[in-house]
């Protein structure tokens, strides 16, 4: 695979990798014609994948049509994220950490967001982040709360969000007993009955309400029996909420777990990805970025803390990765398209790495890389990201 890849890989420079000259080349060569540009990565803890991601966004921004960031977190929890940054309310800390999802508590994804502030700002037209995930429940529940007409139902929404705070486990690992869920369920529907009025002239209350609800909807203890019938609920959410954002003539990226954005069904379940190019036909695109060895951050059970030190796994000759890493270039960019003409005919590998949420024994799947993305951007090596947590 190594001389096919080279004829038509775009090389990058590892050693300033979000720089200037990357942006320029990368602006040739991305393909424009989208609507939703997915940008994977295969773990939640690498500090490339976040420099890639702000070098990719960079690119990008030369296109005033391109408006929106997507965020796989929390729907209400990222519009905190805008009104720090359009307004300055909050503290940027404790808005990452509302998130639930510690790879954003982490210097990495601070840098990006303060970026694409100042990008928004250069070129006069503001790029906005939008959350698209459903996995928290308390900052939909404040907001409406906060706007609720009377007492007695804001007391009844804070009364939840004080129900969901004595089963924090519960929430993240999305198993609720049938008891504890039928009752949420109950208070939840009485109370949201009482919201419709006020949803239907507060554009917030609706969003939060659908955030909400999609919550419950996750959480249902019918699911709970399958990890993958889960999974397919989430990620046909997460589409749908992707959807609901765009605008006539807008464009947009989402940024994800490579496989929550691969446009064809995942090892686990059905992916967002799939469900997006089902809808939109050409008009998704998805990049995943990948890496051959090094070390990832995430939380790991045998230091009982997070750690940096998490090995990236080097591939065998039946991975992606193994080949990918035989080309003599530590960074670069090819059209899955173009290898897959090159390869016809030639065996492929037959897996590649999805590192999973937490630290992962088995790194490598059966998949097809050329046939899950449009492109690739492969970094060869790379470490794990800065979190907040590593000095705790």
């Known amino acids: 695979m190594a001389a096919p890849l080279k004829s038509i890989a775009v090389k990058l420079d590892s050693a300033d990798l979000a720089g200037k000259a990357n942006v320029a080349t990368m602006r040739k060569a991305l393909d424009r014609q989208f609507k939703v540009l997915g940008i994977g990565e295969q773990s939640h803890g690498t500090s490339e994948f976040f420099t890639a991601r702000l070098m990719l966004i960079e690119a990008l921004a030369d296109d005033p049509a391109f408006t929106k960031i997507g965020l796989e977190a929390p729907m209400a929890e990222v519009q905190q ?6 307004q300055g309310r909050g503290d940027l800390q404790e808005i990452l ?4 999802l510690y790879g954003y508590e982490c210097a990495e994804f601070v840098h990006l967001v303060e970026q694409v502030n100042r990008i928004g ?12 995930d459903m996995q ?5 529940l404040q907001n409406m709360a906060d706007a609720a007409a009377t007492k007695d139902v804001a007391d009844s929404l804070k009364a939840l969000q004080q129900s969901y705070g004595m089963l924090n486990n519960e929430i993240y690992n999305h198993m609720f007993t049938q008891a504890d869920f039928a009752e949420l369920e109950a208070s939840s529907n009485r109370v949201l009955a009482r919201l419709e009025a006020t949803a239907s002239k507060n554009a917030l209350v609706r969003k939060s309400m659908r955030n909400y609800r999609q ?4 959480n249902d203890p019918v699911h709970a ?3 993958a019938a889960q999974a397919v609920v989430r990620d046909s959410l997460m589409a749908e909420n992707v959807l609901a954002e765009m ?6 990226a989402i940024l994800a777990h490579n496989g929550h954005l691969q446009r064809t069904p995942n090892v686990f379940s059905k992916s967002a990805g799939l469900f997006l190019a089902q809808k939109l036909g050409a008009g998704y695109q998805c990049i995943g970025i990948t890496t051959s060895y090094g070390f990832y951050t995430t939380y790991n059970p045998t230091a009982g803390r997070i750690t940096d030190q998490n090995e990236v796994v080097a591939g065998d000759a039946a991975t992606f990765e193994h080949h990918l890493s035989a080309l003599d270039q530590p960074v670069f960019f090819f059209r899955t398209a173009r290898l897959r003409s090159q390869m016809q005919g030639k065996s492929l590998p037959r897996r590649y790495r999805l590192l999973v949420y937490g630290l992962a024994d088995n790194q490598f799947f059966d ?19 800065r979190s907040f947590y590593l000095s705790q």
């Open 136 to 140: 928290s429940p308390f900052q939909s």
């Open 225 to 227: 029996h399958s990890g």
């Open 121 to 132: 700002k250069a070129r006069g037209k503001a790029i906005r982040f939008f959350g698209f």
């Open 215 to 218: 919550f419950l909807l996750l």
């Open 367 to 385: 998949g097809n890389l050329l046939d899950d993305f449009d492109a690739v951007l492969h970094i060869r090596h790379t470490s794990g990201n």
């Open 97 to 100: 950490k509302s998130f639930r």
């Open 247 to 252: 605008e006539p003539g807008s464009k947009m």
């Open 81 to 86: 994220l805008n009104a720090f940054l359009q």
